[in-house]
Nanobody
Framework: QVQLVESGGGLVQPGGSLRLSCAAS????????MNWYRQAPGKQRDWVAT???????TYTDAVKGRFTISRDNAKNTVYLQMTSLQPEDTAVYYC?????????WGQGTQVTVSS
């Protein structure tokens, strides 16, 4: 009933920028919080950012000041604008929401930061 499809990942040099998108289908998610997580090789999946239904945002300390989460409810899409990317940001990025007490995840999009 909820499908999350991510796009926008790729290879970028340190200091560069990328914007990730996560389009939701199956159900309108405008009233629910949306999240971004990331998982680097050999590490657990970590929370990155959250945007509430009202637009309030929170971030993990590692990305504060560099990443911006936003949403376009008309498009049922959440974004993660990433700037000043560093090699330690390299990971698979996943969008996520909780809808009717169930966790939904996107398929993930690879972000690689390297020279």
């Amino acid at each position: 009933q909820v499908q999350l499809v991510e796009s926008g990942g790729g290879l970028v040099q340190p200091g560069g920028s990328l914007r990730l998108s996560c389009a939701a289908s199956g159900s309108a998610l405008s009233i629910y919080s949306m999240n971004w997580y990331r998982q680097a090789p050999g590490k657990q999946r970590d929370w990155v950012a959250t945007i509430s239904s009202g637009g309030t945002t929170t971030y993990t300390d590692a990305v504060k000041g560099r990443f911006t989460i936003s949403r376009d409810n008309a498009k049922n899409t959440v974004y993660l604008q990433m700037t000043s990317l560093q090699p330690e940001d390299t990971a698979v990025y996943y969008c996520h929401t909780i809808y009717r007490l169930f966790n939904y995840w996107g398929q993930g999009t690879q972000v690689t930061v390297s020279s």
